[in-house]
Structure formats: structure tokens, C-alpha cells
């Protein structure tokens, strides 16, 4: 079984400046895949970033990267340098043939 | 690079109607799931695919839905006698099986309001 835990259900930034959110996980899995993914009002879920359990460093895609702290069962994803577009809700999910997501966290950026 | 498309993008029926959804994956893709999204919440794992074979199914998906991958590419989801709690927005994503990182890449969902 797995569980995502988003304990933040929303957060406010100011442009330009960097944002850290929040996810911790539950996993029985040996080996296994967090994610994180952005979804506008528009609906649709937009993939960010992957962390393998096993790979070494700590995974970045531009402005976004992913703080894995195994032993805490954290994977937050931190954006730097926020932009107004940012604004959107975004999930934190784990599994390999499933997913499973937490509640979300609602990011909004002020100019 | 086609990305997954879902149709129709929103749907009203009544409560008791049959209502159907296509998706189609990223064709290079093997592995198609099915989601379920209500208002507030993360998306709930329906059901998934690899090739024409459905390999799993959430407790989630009662004996109302079905789903079909005939010919391995596009999948339909269907919802006979739909409830009002069958209002949500469906989400279709792919993937490709056994590739290092595999991830799933989602469509624009289906929005079901069920009147």
C-alpha cells in the first residue's frame, strides 16, 4: 500500500522568489518512483519531475528540483525564481503501474 | 509529438444514461490508465492497460464501468446508469512499459457532471 501526505493545502509566493512544497510518502515497495505534477485550472496534469528511490542525486528540471530525503520519506519540490504561470495546484504521487497522489497543495504567485 | 487526447473535453447527462469516453495514448505508448478526479482530491487510480490486456482494477471501478483497449491503441471507459456521484473529471494517461524513469503523461480529462 502507499500514501501521500500533503500537509499544505495552500501557499502563497511572490514573484521571482523561490517556494518549497511539501510531500511525504509511504511506500512498501523496495524500489519505487516519486513525481510531481502541476495542474492549471485548465485540468490537465502536467509532468515535472521523477526521483527514482535509488539514484544518488537529488533530481532537478530547471527551475524545478526535488529535495529526497529518504530516510525522512520526503520528496519536496522546490521551484526557484517563481513565475505568475506557476500559479496552478500541484501533486505529489508515488508507484510504478499506479499512481497513487496526495490531496495537492494550491500554489499562487503574486506579481 | 502527439500528446494524449481525451474526447469529448466535457459531458452533462442525466442521471440513468449510458455515457462513454475515448482516449487516445501517445502512440508510441503501450501502457494506458484510467483516473478519476473529484473536486479537491489527488486522481484515484481506475484501471490500466498493457497492449489490449487490462491488468489491474481499482475496488473504485463497480460493476457500472467498463473499459476496453480493443485494438491496443485508443481505450474507451464507459458508465452505464451513471449516478450523480459519477460527477468528476476523468483522467486517461500513458506510458511505456520497462524504459528507465517510466512516466505517465496525462490527457486533458473528461469533465462528467451527472445531473
Known amino acids: 500500500a502507499q500514501k501521500i501526505t500533503q500537509t499544505q493545502p495552500g501557499m502563497f509566493v511572490q514573484e521571482k522568489e523561490a517556494v518549497t512544497l511539501d510531500c511525504t510518502y509511504d511506500?512498501?515497495?523496495?524500489?519505487?518512483?516519486l513525481f510531481w505534477y502541476k495542474q492549471p485550472s485548465s485540468g490537465e496534469m502536467i509532468f515535472l519531475i521523477y526521483?527514482?528511490?535509488?539514484?544518488?542525486q537529488n533530481a532537478t528540471e530547471g527551475r524545478y528540483s526535488l529535495n529526497f530525503q529518504k530516510a525522512r520519506k520526503s520528496a519536496n519540490l522546490v521551484i526557484s525564481a517563481s513565475q505568475l504561470g506557476d500559479s496552478a495546484m500541484y501533486f505529489c504521487?508515488?508507484?510504478?503501474?499506479?499512481?497513487?497522489f496526495g490531496k495537492g497543495t494550491m500554489l499562487l504567485v503574486s506579481p | 509529438d502527439t500528446g494524449v487526447s481525451q474526447d469529448p473535453r466535457h459531458k452533462i447527462t442525466k442521471r440513468g444514461q449510458n455515457v462513454t469516453f475515448r482516449c487516445d495514448p501517445i502512440?508510441?505508448?503501450?501502457?494506458l490508465y484510467w483516473y478519476r478526479q473529484t473536486l479537491g482530491q489527488g486522481p484515484e487510480f481506475l484501471t490500466y492497460?498493457?497492449?489490449?490486456?487490462?491488468?489491474?482494477k481499482s475496488r473504485l471501478l463497480s460493476d457500472r464501468f467498463s473499459a476496453e483497449r480493443p485494438k491496443g491503441s485508443f481505450s474507451t471507459l464507459e458508465i452505464q446508469r451513471t449516478e450523480q456521484g459519477d460527477s468528476a473529471m476523468y483522467l486517461c494517461?500513458?506510458?511505456?512499459?520497462?524504459?528507465?524513469?517510466?512516466?505517465?503523461?496525462f490527457g486533458p480529462g473528461t469533465r462528467l457532471l451527472v445531473l
Open positions: 494517461a500513458s506510458s511505456s512499459a520497462g524504459v528507465t524513469k517510466e512516466t505517465q503523461y
Open positions: 511506500t512498501s515497495d523496495p524500489s519505487y518512483g
Open positions: 526521483q527514482g528511490s535509488y539514484d544518488q
Open positions: 504521487a508515488t508507484g510504478y503501474s499506479t499512481l497513487t
Open positions: 502512440s508510441e505508448h503501450n501502457r
Open positions: 492497460f498493457q497492449n489490449e490486456a487490462q491488468l489491474e
